[in-house]
C-alpha cells in the first residue's frame, strides 16, 4: 500500500501528515506557521518534505490558489501569502512526485470519497470561513474548467456595488457568505464597526432582535447562492464545511432551498471529513492520478 506526504498550505499555517491509501492518517499532524517571506516559505517547505520524504511515496500538496489541470503549477494565488508563492516549482521540492491542487476541491473530493457527499455522484461543497471556497464534483469527477479555475465562488449577488470583494470585484457571494461578510452585514445594520462575529452569533442565540436581523440577512445572502448554484448544477447534495458552517442549520437550508430552485430536490448537509479534508482529499486525489 502506497503512503503520501499531505499537506496543506494556507497564508497562516502549514498543516503536514502521512496518509495511506485508505485515507488513514498514519502520524501526527504537524503545524507550521506560514512564513510571510517567499524565501522562508521555500525553506519551510523543504525541510517539512526533507524530514519525511523516505518514508513515502508522492507528496500531495492542499493548497491556497488555483491549480493548473497538470496538477504542478499555481496559476492564482491568494493576497494572504507571499507574492512569488504562484512561481514556485513545486516538483523541485522532492525527490519524489509531487501532486497540488487547490484546497477547497481537495475538501471537495475527500466529503466525496469519505465524507459527507460519499456515494452522491453530483455534489457541490462549499467552505465557509474567512472567504469562500467551492469544490463541485460532476458525475464522479472533480470539476476544474478549462484551466483549473472553476468553482471559484465570485459570481455576483447584488447589482449596486455595495460590496467590494477580495477578488477586487463587487458584490461577489464571497463578500457576503463569509465570516467577512457577516461582519460586514452587522457593520450594515448596526452601524458598529467594532461588532464582531462572536458577538452576532452569540447575540443570535440570545435572541436579540438586532443581532437576528443581522444573522437572517447573512443566512438569506447564503440561501440566494445555494439557490444558484443549485439551479446550474443541479446537485444531489450540498456540503456545508469551514468554521461558519456550524452556525447554519442545513434542515433550514435544504426546505427554503428545495422552496425556490427550479431544478430537482437536494439536501445541504454538514461535512463529515474532518477538520484535515484538505490533506485527506489531496492523498486521495494524488493516489489516483499519479
Known amino acids: 500500500m502506497k503512503n503520501a506526504l499531505a499537506l496543506d498550505i494556507g497564508g497562516t499555517k502549514i498543516y503536514s501528515a502521512i496518509i495511506n491509501q485508505n485515507g488513514e492518517f498514519l502520524t501526527r499532524i504537524e503545524r507550521t506557521s506560514t512564513p510571510k517571506q517567499y524565501e522562508g516559505l521555500i525553506l519551510t517547505l523543504k525541510n517539512i518534505i526533507h524530514k519525511a520524504q523516505d518514508m513515502v511515496d508522492l507528496v500531495a500538496i492542499s493548497t491556497c490558489g488555483t491549480v493548473n489541470n497538470e496538477n504542478t503549477k499555481i496559476l492564482g494565488s491568494t493576497g494572504n501569502i507571499a507574492k512569488e508563492y504562484s512561481e514556485t516549482d513545486f516538483q523541485s521540492l522532492s525527490i519524489k512526485p509531487v501532486f497540488l491542487e487547490n484546497d477547497a476541491n481537495c475538501a471537495a473530493w475527500a466529503e466525496y470519497k469519505m465524507g459527507a457527499s460519499k456515494g452522491y455522484k453530483h455534489s457541490i461543497t462549499l467552505t465557509l470561513g474567512t472567504g469562500v471556497g467551492g469544490g463541485i464534483i460532476v458525475d464522479g469527477k472533480l470539476l476544474k474548467g478549462k484551466n483549473g479555475a472553476a468553482g471559484e465562488m465570485h459570481f455576483k449577488i447584488r447589482s449596486d456595488n455595495h460590496r467590494k470583494c477580495?477578488?477586487?470585484?463587487?458584490?461577489?457571494?464571497?463578500?457576503?457568505?463569509?465570516?467577512?461578510?457577516?461582519?460586514?452585514?452587522?457593520?450594515?445594520?448596526?452601524?458598529?464597526?467594532?461588532?464582531?462575529?462572536?458577538?452576532?452569533?452569540?447575540?443570535?442565540?440570545?435572541?436579540?432582535?438586532?443581532?437576528?436581523?443581522?444573522?437572517?440577512?447573512?443566512?438569506?445572502?447564503?440561501?440566494?447562492?445555494?439557490?444558484?448554484?443549485?439551479?446550474?448544477?443541479?446537485?444531489?447534495?450540498?456540503?456545508?464545511?469551514?468554521?461558519?458552517?456550524?452556525?447554519?442549520?442545513?434542515?433550514?437550508?435544504?426546505?427554503?432551498?428545495?422552496?425556490?430552485?427550479?431544478?430537482?430536490?437536494?439536501?445541504?448537509?454538514?461535512?463529515?471529513?474532518?477538520?484535515?479534508?484538505?490533506?485527506?482529499g489531496a492523498a486521495l486525489l494524488a493516489f489516483e492520478k499519479l
Open 166 to 280: 477580495s477578488c477586487g470585484a463587487w458584490d461577489c457571494f464571497e463578500a457576503y457568505a463569509s465570516g467577512t461578510g457577516l461582519k460586514l452585514t452587522g457593520e450594515d445594520i448596526s452601524g458598529n464597526h467594532n461588532i464582531t462575529t462572536y458577538d452576532i452569533i452569540g447575540g443570535y442565540k440570545l435572541c436579540d432582535v438586532v443581532m437576528t436581523m443581522i444573522y437572517e440577512c447573512w443566512r438569506s445572502d447564503i440561501l440566494a447562492g445555494l439557490i444558484g448554484l443549485a439551479n446550474i448544477f443541479d446537485p444531489e447534495v450540498i456540503v456545508l464545511s469551514g468554521s461558519m458552517a456550524e452556525f447554519l442549520d442545513t434542515d433550514y437550508l435544504t426546505e427554503a432551498l428545495n422552496d425556490e430552485i427550479v431544478t430537482t430536490p437536494t439536501r445541504v448537509v454538514k461535512a463529515a471529513a474532518g477538520n484535515y479534508s484538505g490533506m485527506l
